[in-house]
């Protein structure tokens, strides 16, 4: 169990605490039917997702997808340990961060593009995991989008692990047991689909693992931020090969995004050492603020506005600095 009661180490089989569970990807139905994965701190058990996506030639490829609910004070180590040896996933090669806007917005064509592209020729030639927030919403949705569009073309698959606030999934219910019941071969169905009258946010169905962080709230978002930056961390500090003083590089992708983005990038900037940003600059909001930052700060760390006034003198510019310094310009 992973909780506030502190770390146990996790063998398997994980008597009385796994079982296993195949969906089918049907529109927007997941049917599942029980086999076996997971552990909780409560009666929510971990699943073993299969997912049928049909390519233009109809031939069908079978994706398993898992989910892990725990508590927010959940040792790192431990969810890593699960990971590793339950879900058998190999230690990533390099560790990609999404972070940005987790409502919808509008990405422009070409940028919408050369995103969907340039992530999935990243993570796919160099073994990477990607670390996003998990729901069908925003830029964790145009995330989905590059795997899906990846996964019809390639049986190269890319491990996606969405991170996401419990109380913020839509349709939660239904991944939780009542009390008593059997779960030997029982069905269940997880609808990706949202409500206009609620405040949560469905599954994104094309990653590959979720891991849904639970501290009590319901619709508060940011409660998985502080295990989520702990994992990262963890996953930072692991060997990049056996034996190698190298250890696994990371990375953090910003689109778009609010205050919590610039939040997440001060923190990784602020890490020691720090971790390297990329901002998709044109897909707005923060991503544009801190694209806007950066190409406008000298090499002392001072923010630089340049202003052209065209003269009268023989068709001259002239360009006039002001050094900005806490919101007021120095002449």
Same mark, same amino acid.
């Given at each position: ?5 502190? #770390?146990? +180490?996790?063998?398997? #089989? ?7 569970? /195949? ?20 009666? *929510? ?50 560790? &990609? ?11 422009? #064509? /070409? ?18 995991? &990607? ?21 019809? +073309?390639? +049986?190269?698959?890319?491990?996606? &692990? ?26 269940? *169905? ?10 949560? *946010? #469905? ?79 044109? *897909? ?26 065209? +003269? ?20």
């Amino acid at each position: 169990m992973l909780g506030q009661n502190g #770390p146990q +180490r996790l063998t398997p #089989p994980f008597p009385g605490q796994m079982r296993t569970v /195949k969906w089918n990807f049907k529109g927007p139905l997941l049917e599942q039917s029980d086999e076996e994965i997971t552990i909780l701190p409560d009666r *929510s058990h971990g699943t073993n997702l299969s997912r049928e996506n049909r390519a233009k030639n109809i031939e069908r490829c079978q994706v398993k997808l898992y989910y892990l609910r725990l508590s927010h004070d959940a040792a790192a180590e431990d969810a890593l340990q699960l990971i590793t040896d339950v879900w058998n996933l190999k230690l990533p090669k390099l560790l &990609i961060e999404v972070t940005g806007g987790s409502d919808d917005f509008h990405l422009h #064509p /070409k940028l919408c593009r050369q995103f969907r592209k340039s992530i999935v020729k990243v993570a796919a030639t160099t073994g990477a995991w &990607i670390l996003t927030g998990g729901t069908h919403t925003g830029v964790m949705k145009y995330v989905g989008e590059a795997l899906r569009d990846h996964a019809r +073309r390639s +049986r190269n698959k890319i491990v996606a &692990i969405g991170i996401a606030p419990w109380g913020i999934v839509e349709n939660r219910d239904t991944l939780v047991d009542e009390v008593g019941t059997a779960t030997a071969n029982k069905v269940k *169905s997880y609808r990706v689909t949202s409500s206009v009258d609620s405040d949560g *946010s #469905p599954l994104d169905p094309n990653h590959t693992h979720f891991i849904l962080v639970d501290n009590g709230t319901v619709n508060k978002y940011g409660v998985e931020f502080n295990f989520r930056s702990r994992l990262e961390k963890l996953i930072s500090e692991q060997p990049l090969f056996p034996g190698s003083d190298q250890t696994v590089p990371i990375v953090c992708l910003v689109l778009e995004g609010g205050i919590d983005t610039i939040k997440v990038v001060l923190q990784n900037v602020s890490q020691n050492p720090p971790i390297p940003i990329v901002v998709v600059e044109g *897909s707005g909001r923060a991503a544009d603020l801190i694209a806007y930052a950066l190409s406008n700060t000298s090499t002392n760390g001072q923010l630089v506005r340049l202003r052209e006034r065209e +003269r009268e003198r023989g068709g001259d510019v002239e360009r006039e600095v002001e050094t900005v310094r806490g919101g007021e310009s120095e002449s």
